[in-house]
């Protein structure tokens, strides 16, 4: 159902593409916010002086920043469809036309 009717609106629709300047959020950098201590603890086998096994267990722990994306609006080139608004309207009414007249009710 959906899928005729956007190929309906496609067809009375066609994408109208065009080039334009419009406001977006840009990630330009990021900022510390914190800190989280990380630690990994290693276990290896080595032998002592007498050729006895020995686990050592060593723990490092370290600090690692916790970063956090920091964004402004900028004025940005995009390419845009004008007629998708129309489009996605038409979709919305076509398909609660479709569904109040029980129509496509073989294939629910």
Wanted: hydrophobic share 35%.
């Amino acid at each position: 159902m959906a899928a005729h009717c956007e190929i309906e609106a496609q067809n009375s629709w066609p994408q109208k593409l065009t080039t334009q300047q419009v406001m977006r959020s840009v990630q330009v950098g990021e900022r510390i916010v914190g800190n989280k201590n990380t630690c990994r603890t290693e276990v290896r086998e080595t032998s002592d002086k007498k050729g006895a096994s020995v686990t050592i267990r060593e723990t490092v722990c370290k600090d690692e920043p916790i970063r956090e994306p920091v964004y402004a609006q900028r004025s940005v080139t995009e390419r845009v469809d004008l007629n998708e608004a129309t489009r996605a309207q038409h979709v919305r009414a076509c398909t609660a036309d479709a569904l109040a007249r029980g129509m496509f009710a073989n294939l629910r």
